[in-house]
Nanobody, 121 residues
Framework: QVQLVESGGGAVQAGETLRLSCAIS????????MSWYRQAPGKERELVAT???????NYGDSVLDRFTMWRENRKDTVWLQMNSLKVEDTAVYYC???????????????WGQGTQVTVSS
């Protein structure tokens, strides 16, 4: 199974920074794609950033040049550094991974429980 545990959310002022982490447990699985999504109240879930082994990192237009995502391979952890936070960044942030069982091709999708980020003016 794959389990994701997010941490690092909180309440900050506009212009400040936060760093989110997503610890991945993946016994018997190979990771294909790792992503951060967010969902604000009354809005659809949107892609924030995505990272895969065979493609360049990709960021949503609203966070480009402010957010950075990377993977710490040794700890199987993905991070999201959020700089210059804006009020409109307020949302629940979710970690998502797509993974395959070793030797298989079917891609499974897993979600973390979400972590709240609140940015006030």
């Amino acid at each position: 199974q794959v389990q994701l545990v997010e941490s690092g959310g909180g309440a900050v002022q506009a212009g400040e920074t936060l760093r989110l982490s997503c610890a991945i447990s993946r016994s018997g699985f190979s990771l294909k794609t790792m992503s951060w999504y967010r969902q604000a109240p009354g809005k659809e879930r949107e892609l924030v950033a995505t990272l895969s082994s065979d493609k360049p990192s990709n960021y949503g237009d609203s966070v480009l040049d402010r957010f950075t995502m990377w993977r710490e391979n040794r700890k199987d952890t993905v991070w999201l550094q959020m700089n210059s936070l804006k009020v409109e960044d307020t949302a629940v942030y979710y970690c998502n991974v797509e993974a395959t069982r070793f030797g298989r091709t079917y891609v499974h999708s897993y979600w973390g429980q979400g972590t709240q980020v609140t940015v006030s003016s």
